[in-house]
Nanobody
Framework: QVQLVESGGGLVQAGGSLRLSCAAS????????MAWYRQAPGKQRELVAS???????RYADSAKGRFIISRDYAKNTMYLQMDSLKAEDTAVYYC???????????WGQGTQVTVSS
């Protein structure tokens, strides 16, 4: 099994930056793709960015040019660097990981990001 724990959320002014972290533990060698999702009040959960086992990254249009996803295999940690934050970025951000053989999906508990105008 894999456990995921997010951290780094908080309150920030519009235009500011935050760096989210997702620490993975357990059977971390079986993780393939990892991703960040977010869910704002009254809205569906949406994909923000993903990073494949080989290092390929993909971003939602709303995140391109502002967010950077990265992964440190030695530390079993994924990051989301968030710059030029906007009020519409306010949401609970969730870490996601997929087993590269079984396709089992793992989720963290989420971390709140609030951007004030």
């Amino acid at each position: 099994q894999v456990q995921l724990v997010e951290s780094g959320g908080g309150l920030v002014q519009a235009g500011g930056s935050l760096r989210l972290s997702c620490a993975a533990s357990g059977s971390t060698s079986n993780i393939g793709t990892m991703a960040w999702y977010r869910q704002a009040p009254g809205k569906q959960r949406e994909l923000v960015a993903s990073i494949l086992r080989g290092g390929t990254t993909r971003y939602a249009d709303s995140a391109k040019g502002r967010f950077i996803i990265s992964r440190d295999y030695a530390k079993n940690t994924m990051y989301l660097q968030m710059d030029s934050l906007k009020a519409e970025d306010t949401a609970v951000y969730y870490c996601n990981a997929v087993h590269f053989i079984s396709s089992q999906t793992y989720w963290g508990q989420g971390t709140q990001v609030t951007v004030s105008s």
